[in-house]
DNA sequence: CCTCGTATAATTGTATACAATCATACGAGG
DNA sequence: CCTCGTATGATTGTATACAATTATACGAGG
């Protein structure tokens, strides 16, 4: 294995800067803070007790990530994400995801194949025990390893990005145990498709999981995600 | 106009930290770097006179843009782009411009429309001069007016950056007199469809100019763009 | 000769000091 | 009373100093 191939998380974790950036960007897709609200860089620093420097490179990141917007020389302010924007995602993921599931189709390895197998029989299982924390666990882990089977370095980023954004309101989901049921025999369908080597059927069935996830989530988590969040009542 | 119209560039170029960012990203996409090569924050910062921090900072949005890849307490490493990082690109942006137009098409503004018909007018006139370089602009303007016409933030952010990241590509090619021409009778068709109200039509043509732009690009620009950097001779 | 542990150097991570810029308040002038 | 300019404070931008971590070299021990 060359050292090319250690997986890295985009954000270390570990060190205060990654720390700031998480602990930022839960609290702003929680919606802790109000569109528009300024944050200034001592002020968050003292929160978490760290200087100013770790904030002003979380703060560029999270500039990046669409999360706040930065005007030079005088601020850093809340983006927020919308029930619409929770929306858009999901319609562009429902394109990604597609595509993606065509391209796993062509450059899936065996031992991807394989995990890909495990998975899906061990989501049976714990649906059948309604284990809803493993099941989120393992409903991550598909998608993880589609996208590094889709063996596109873009694709795979693009969809990491999205994937992480609407994790919190997807795991909500989840905790409906019918639809953690009904999320896994699609998940079983698509990876029939890419063993069938039908890529086409393979991006149809991965585009459709995606809209399904969707409208499951409008008639179950989206609202209560987004309770006590103001931005919900702009949409 | 409300203050939340100000447009801003997603970093801004005339901060120390913009310049390096903006230097170090045209350098790697220009194949300044080998893959793999190692950045040393104060090599760089030597090397255009400013301190660490600014270059730290720097480095952090890359690593979000995926242009390079940060160890912690190790270092920061060139990810690269390849000649199949682009064919992705304008894969993945096939379908999102697709969508976009399609969003545009329900939610364009008579302001945007008639900036988008006076930039087609435009064009073909430049296109009969020849006059490359304003052709090169007005095409990013045409996409530039689509993203926003299409009233989805995430969209939006996400087309600009993948815009951003083949626009060096892309300029170079539009440097062939007729795809110039070819490529805003593209646009007149979708502006075409988009005024019609046909959203199908609008998002498959806006499909199809990224295919053809592609396409062509693989004749024409590709091999130049290229050309002297090594990440070609891997993909 | 090889292996392992320690010391040393190089590099990144963080904190702080200082400079530049922007917002606000206040007062002079009309 | 209103307007404009200036002074002051607050905030960001950058540089530097120091701490923590990692990589390397070298020598002791087997």
Redesign the pocket.
């Known amino acids: 294995m060359s050292s090319y191939d250690v997986k890295q998380e985009v954000t ?1 974790k ?6 700031v950036f998480h602990k930022l960007r839960d609290d702003i897709l929680n919606g802790k803070y109000e569109e528009h609200e ?6 968050i ?1 003292e929160e978490l ?9 979380a ?1 560029r990141q999270l500039e990046l990530e669409g999360l706040i917007q ?7 302010y809340v983006t927020g994400i919308t029930e619409k924007d929770v929306k858009d995602i999901y319609m562009i993921r429902s394109l990604l995801e597609g595509l993606c599931a065509r391209w796993a189709t062509e450059h899936i390895t065996k031992e991807q194949l394989e995990e890909m197998e495990e998975n899906v029989y061990l989501a049976k299982f714990h649906a059948s025990k309604g284990h809803m924390e493993q099941i989120a666990e393992l409903d991550n882990r598909f998608h993880e390893i589609l996208y590094e089977a889709c063996n596109s370095k873009m694709l795979e980023h693009q969809l990491r990005d999205f994937h992480a954004y609407v994790l919190r309101v997807r795991r909500k989901t989840l905790a409906n145990q019918v639809r953690g049921a009904a999320s896994n025999e699609e998940h079983e369908k698509i990876m029939e498709a890419i063993k069938a080597g039908d890529a086409d059927g393979a991006e149809k069935l991965a585009h459709l999981h995606m809209i399904n996830a969707y409208e499951n989530m409008g008639k179950t988590g989206l609202h209560e995600v987004y309770e006590n969040n103001r931005t919900i009542s702009e949409t």
Chains 1, 2 share one sequence.
């Open positions: 270390d570990y060190s205060l800067r990654g720390r300024e944050l200034k860089e001592v002020t620093g007790g760290v200087s100013r420097t770790p904030v002003r490179e703060f930065i005007i030079p020389n005088k601020g850093a």
